[in-house]
């Protein structure tokens, strides 16, 4: 037997352990509440260190700030305006606002 195959009769006999784990309490619970509660604790019941809630704090504090909507939103109405400016038969002069327009937002060069 493999080695890959050998892992996953492990995994799986463990997973039948952990499934008849579930079933063995003995409460007023169905199985499927068990079961949730089994699961819920495997994905959510640890902690994060106090550094990583003190970044996630910060990092929601950006985002939750007004300036930050408003500087999203200006960015997608500068796009729409410069999209609804593109057409066809573009003279050149216009050509290079909008090619500067795209360096400006996008740090980079496109060519028309």
Not at 56 to 71: G, R, S
Not at 86 to 106: E, K, Q, T, W
């Amino acid at each position: 037997m493999s080695v890959r195959w050998a892992n996953k009769l492990l995994l799986l006999r463990l997973f039948l352990f952990w499934i008849a784990d579930v079933y063995e309490m003995e409460d007023d619970r169905t199985w499927k509440e068990k079961l949730l509660d089994k699961i819920y604790d495997l994905m959510f019941g640890w902690d994060c260190s106090p550094g990583w809630y003190r970044f996630a704090h910060y990092v929601e504090q950006f985002i939750m700030d007004p300036f930050v909507d408003l500087f999203i939103t200006l960015c997608i109405v500068s796009n729409t305006g410069f999209m609804a400016c593109d057409h066809a038969d573009i003279s050149p002069y216009f050509a290079n606002v909008l090619n500067i327009g795209n360096i400006v937002r996008h740090c980079h060069h496109h060519q028309y």
